[in-house]
T-cell receptor, first 114, second 111 residues
């Protein structure tokens, strides 16, 4: 149990459809990041939210969007799914204070686009 | 461009055979270097954060070290349960906190 919960664990969608992935962090963890991890690769940064506002974005198109809620949950939405969107999607919560910190990851959602 | 390279891609060891994994990085102002362990189909599990050259951290059979250009993850007398992919990530000073990852080293420990 890492304190970061993601749902669903697995999902199969058809090309062109839309998907919403969910993440729940521990109380007080104001910063959440989303990553995409293709098979055999390291994770790629999608975006980060701090206190419900996006404050960083990686090299992903606008069809990848997100929300963060006051109850420390967040969503990743992907529109117009493409085959290359098939990957493990990871949510991470920033923990620690000041200069000493780390990132706790959930177990991920495995998305398959067919 | 900020970049992280891990080597080797895969490493097979006998139980008890010590070795080291390498993480080389180029980044504009290192804010932190992170080591994670990832089991198949799971999210990365945090191991260490290193902040400045010369810093070392240990946890059980693992020891991480940091220089200005690279980090090493030393594994001493590994056991089969240490088998996993080990990922390295860096955070640059001007990065809006995003982590830049290597592709990982897949470690297999044979009994």
């Amino acid at each position: 149990e890492t304190g970061v919960t993601q749902s669903p664990t697995h999902l199969i969608k058809t090309r062109g459809q839309q998907v919403t992935l969910r993440c729940s962090s521990q109380s007080g963890h104001n910063t959440v990041s989303w990553y995409q991890q293709a098979l055999g690769q390291g994770p790629q940064f999608i975006f980060q939210y701090y206190r419900e506002e996006e404050n960083g974005r990686g090299n992903f198109p606008p069809r990848f969007s997100g929300l963060q809620f006051p109850n420390y949950s967040s969503e990743l939405n992907v529109n117009a799914l493409e085959l290359d969107d098939s990957a493990l999607y990871l949510c991470a919560s920033r923990t620690g204070t000041g200069g000493l910190y780390g990132y706790t990851f959930g177990s991920g959602t495995r998305l398959t686009v067919v | 461009e900020d970049q992280v390279t891990q080597s080797p891609e895969a490493l097979r060891l006998q139980e008890g055979e010590s070795s080291s994994l390498n993480c080389s990085y180029t980044v504009s102002g290192l804010r932190g270097l992170f080591w994670y362990r990832q089991d198949p189909g799971k999210g990365p599990e945090f191991l260490f954060t290193l902040y400045s050259a010369g810093e070392e951290k240990e946890k059980e059979r693992l020891k991480a070290t940091l220089t200005k250009k690279e980090s090493f993850l030393h594994i001493t007398a590994p056991k089969p349960e240490d088998s996993a992919t080990y990922l390295c990530a860096v955070q640059a000073g001007d990065s809006n906190y995003q982590l830049i990852w290597g592709a990982g080293t897949k470690l297999i420990i044979k009994p």
